[in-house]
């Protein structure tokens, strides 16, 4: 079994200890950080997800499973930084006011986190205001809102409301993604962006600091 092969298994298997193994033994086989993240830890937490699609996987595996990834990810990360260079921007997540699903936005941090990002992580049951006083505070050019419920998405819009009132709304980029989220909710309530998954919001995190 190789490298790759094998880290992908363990992260499946909610296995840490074996993760951090395989990164280990990815990185003294001289194989590229970005390619073990993506083909490794990025490959196994995306067939997590169909698992869990699937009825296969419950939310005790998927837990496991992305700590394991996270544990494999904490060894890569200082070499990604360097493959990166410079920092790529600074970015808040952070789970709405309600709201305490965290494991997307998690992911979706550690991602961002992969490609270069500074991310200033909030928490989950983030309150409108506390978003407002981290852009005063932090100085960060994208704000990262999760989730989960249909009746926490509505602090979403609060929150865009608050940094209106503040005089900050056009200090950020804001960008907002949750399993009940859409695109077009996001222009409803004057988000600059959605993204569906952790990988797309790489994506539109870069694009949106243009
Ligand atoms: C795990 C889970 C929980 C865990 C959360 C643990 C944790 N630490 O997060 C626990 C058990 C605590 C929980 C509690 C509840 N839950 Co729950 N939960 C889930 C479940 C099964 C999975 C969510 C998850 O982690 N998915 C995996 C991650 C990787 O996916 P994701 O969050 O969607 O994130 C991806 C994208 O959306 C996107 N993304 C996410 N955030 C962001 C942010 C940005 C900026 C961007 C760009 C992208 C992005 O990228 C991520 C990675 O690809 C969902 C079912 C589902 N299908 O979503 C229900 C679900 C969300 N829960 C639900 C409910 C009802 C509840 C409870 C109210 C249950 C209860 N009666 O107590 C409570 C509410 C607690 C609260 N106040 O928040 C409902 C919501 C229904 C609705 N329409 O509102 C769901 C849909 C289940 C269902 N089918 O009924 N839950």
Redesign the pocket.
């Known amino acids: 079994m190789d490298h790759l092969e094998s880290i992908y298994n363990a992260v499946l298997d909610g296995d840490a200890a074996s993760a951090q193994a395989g990164v280990k033994a990815a990185l003294a086989a001289n194989l590229p950080a970005d390619v073990i993240l993506k083909n490794g830890l990025i490959a196994a ?2 067939e ?2 169909r698992l ?2 699937e009825n296969e996987y ?2 005790p595996e ?2 496991v499973s ?1 700590r394991a990834m996270q544990s494999g990810l904490a060894l890569l990360k200082p070499y990604l930084a360097e493959a990166g260079a410079e920092p790529a921007g600074k970015i808040i ?1 952070g ?1 709405v006011k ?11 941090s550690m ?1 961002l986190e992969g490609a270069g990002f500074e991310i200033i992580d909030l928490g ?2 983030v309150a409108p205001q506390a978003f407002v006083k981290a852009v005063q505070e932090r100085q960060a050019q994208v ?11 509505p602090s979403m819009s609060a929150t865009i409301k608050a940094l209106e009132e503040a005089g900050m709304r056009d200090k950020v980029k804001i ?7 859409t695109d077009g909710f996001a222009k409803q309530i004057g988000a600059d ?9 790489v994506r ?2 870069k694009s949106l600091l243009g």
């Open positions: 937490m995306s997590v997800g869990f699609e419950f939310v998927m837990l992305a997540m789970t309600g709201d305490l699903h965290d494991i997307g936005k998690n992911l979706v991602m989950s049951d704000i990262g809102m999760s989730a989960l419920l249909t009746t926490t998405m960008m907002i993604g949750g399993a009940p989220v962006g959605f993204s569906p998954d952790a990988s797309s919001a539109l995190a």
